[in-house]
């Protein structure tokens, strides 16, 4: 399985991005115990612009360690560049 897979779920529909925000805390955690957390981030966002749809599986993962207050930009961002997010 390659890195990228384990992290996003893609659909076949062009444009639609599904993420296991499961998967997603757990990438979280290692980054921030290994110090990675920027560069986590600025990869989130750079597959987040590759969608114009995103769909976040199981958003209550966000709440989990301040996860959500890191990604509160990135999504803000999104929106305002015309993305959709739903939360799944």
């Keep these: 399985m390659k890195r990228r897979d384990f992290f ?3 659909t076949s529909n062009s444009g639609v ?4 925000c499961e998967r997603l805390y757990m ?3 290692n980054a921030s115990l290994n110090g990675s957390t920027d560069d986590l981030l600025q990869r989130i966002l750079k597959e987040f612009l590759s969608a114009k ?8 993962w966000l709440d989990h360690q301040d ?22």
């Design 67 to 88: 996860l959500r207050k890191a990604l509160d930009p990135i999504l803000g961002e999104l929106r305002s560049q015309g993305n959709h997010i739903e939360y799944v």
């Design 8 to 10: 996003f779920l893609r």
């Design 27 to 29: 990438h979280y955690m």
């Design 17 to 20: 991005l599904d993420v296991s």
């Design 53 to 60: 749809t995103i769909r976040l599986h199981q958003p209550f």
